[in-house]
């Protein structure tokens, strides 16, 4: 089964918001990476993590490989309306043959009313 | 630059009938990846092909086979469609280890199937 618990499941932002998320897992990863997905697309690579600790940005995104490497956040900095859509978690696990990812079950992100 | 290309984008079978969903990407990758995705529960593997010649079962196989039928093209068929096969399936590539994998899969636009 699912070995990524990732949240919050949804959320609302409201432009120039800071918002943040993560996915934790009971198991070691070696890789972590974020995805985004928009609405009618597949996902596409945001950020991707190799070291424990790492702390990576790309423009107003920064996410981080948790030190214990069972752990990864997501944020983004002063939102704007293209950040809606559904972002995902993915690992790759110490032992995962292959190139087998493992998928969290998703933030959707939505805009306030 | 055409990337992942998946046919077809929407589908509405009855149970118990047959359909194969076809996938082809032109970036001459090795790795290719069929997926599907479900409200709240992520993506989750059902089968992939680590090279041409190769396949092997994801995460969630049952009801599915799949077909590696050159280095461009992995195509994946419902023999006896399910109700709980309704979903959005996602058809993905990416370099094989040890050519630069980086964790970065290249999708497709999805494919919505509706099993009634």
């Known amino acids: 089964g699912q070995q990524l618990n990732q949240s919050p499941q949804s959320m609302f932002i409201q432009e120039g918001e800071d918002v943040s998320m993560n996915c934790t897992s009971s198991?070691?990863?070696?890789?972590w990476l974020w995805y985004k997905q928009d609405p009618g697309e597949g996902p596409v690579l945001l950020i991707a993590?190799?070291?424990?600790?790492e702390l990576t940005s790309n423009g107003r995104l920064t996410a981080q490989f948790g030190i214990t490497r069972k752990d990864s956040f997501l944020n983004i900095s002063a939102s704007i309306p293209s950040d809606v859509g559904i972002y995902f978690c993915?690992?790759?696990?110490?032992?995962?043959?292959?190139?087998?990812?493992?998928f969290g079950g998703g933030t959707r992100v939505l805009v306030k009313p | 630059n055409a990337g992942v290309t998946q046919t077809p984008k929407f589908q509405v079978l009855k149970t118990g009938q047959s359909m194969t969903l076809q996938c082809a990407q032109d970036?001459?990758?090795?790795?290719m990846y069929w997926y599907r995705q479900d409200p709240g529960m992520g993506l989750r593997l059902i089968y992939y092909?680590?090279?041409?010649?190769?396949?092997d079962k994801g995460e969630v196989p049952n009801g599915y086979n799949v077909s590696r039928l050159n280095k461009r093209e992995f195509s994946l068929r419902l023999e006896s469609a399910a109700p709980s096969q309704t979903s959005v399936y996602f058809c993905?590539?990416?370099?094989?280890?040890?050519?630069?994998?980086?964790?970065?899969?290249?999708f497709g636009e999805g494919s919505r199937l509706t099993v009634l």
């Open positions: 993905a590539s990416s370099v094989a280890p040890g050519q630069g994998y980086t964790g970065e899969l290249f």
């Open positions: 198991s070691i990863f070696n890789t």
């Open positions: 993590l190799y070291k424990a600790g």
């Open positions: 993915a690992g790759q696990l110490v032992k995962a043959a292959g190139n087998k990812l493992t």
């Open positions: 970036m001459n990758h090795n790795s």
């Open positions: 092909s680590a090279s041409e010649g190769t396949t």
